[in-house]
């Protein structure tokens, strides 16, 4: 029996080993895989961090971009308010001059523009002001025979020249959207925008 035993220890003690180094191997194979599975994993999240790093930078970018674009539009909507208001406020200052400063302009505009036979159509706000007397002086500084029209004209201030072939526009309105074309380069270098 102990002939018996001594091979069923020697049979246990050689699978034991056995075991032991398929177990060894196994997990040196289990670890290699791992390895193996880690570096893979390292390169994807690498990959995948480079990725997400340059979205990030790009949306980082473009809102950089949209917010420039954003300042630059409000900044010109600044510079174009600040000319409008230069402009609105020569409109007010014609607008708002003492009667003979308007009717001085307007004579002078007048007479530059107006042909024999032409009839005046003042705005609804200037029927105090434009009178058929002034009318009258107007028309004899022109040399031309001008008469006042009993329409009023729907404008912030000035006249129409009207005869069969045309109407001419001296309004106010106009007259300063003229002087904007020709100045407003002026201007903005003057208002240093």
């Known amino acids: 029996m102990q002939g018996q035993r001594k091979i069923i220890d020697d049979i246990l003690t050689s699978a034991k080993k056995t075991a032991a180094a398929m177990i060894e191997e196994a997990a040196a194979e289990l670890d290699g895989r791992l390895d193996a599975l880690r570096a893979e994993l390292e390169v994807i999240l690498s990959a995948e961090a480079e990725k997400s790093k340059a979205a990030a930078d790009s949306l980082y970018d473009g809102r950089i971009k949209l917010g420039e674009l954003e300042a630059k539009k409000v900044l010109l909507k600044a510079k174009q308010d600040c000319v409008s208001a230069v402009y609105d406020g020569v409109k007010q200052r014609i607008l708002s001059a003492p009667d003979a400063e308007y009717l001085s302009i307007l004579q002078k505009l007048i007479v530059a523009e107006c042909n024999d036979g032409d009839e005046i159509v003042a705005a609804k706000s200037d029927a105090k002001r434009v009178t058929g007397a002034w009318v009258k002086k107007v028309s004899a500084a022109a040399g031309k025979k001008l008469t006042l029209s009993e329409e009023k004209g729907d404008f912030s201030g000035g006249?129409?020249?009207?005869?069969?072939?045309?109407?001419?526009?001296?309004?106010?309105?106009?007259?300063?959207?003229?002087?904007?074309?020709?100045?407003?380069?002026?201007?903005?270098?003057?208002?240093?925008?």
Do not use: F, H, S
């Open 159 to 193: 006249v129409i020249l009207r005869n069969k072939k045309y109407d001419r526009g001296l309004t106010v309105d106009e007259i300063v959207e003229e002087l904007k074309e020709r100045t407003v380069a002026d201007t903005v270098k003057d208002l240093e925008l």
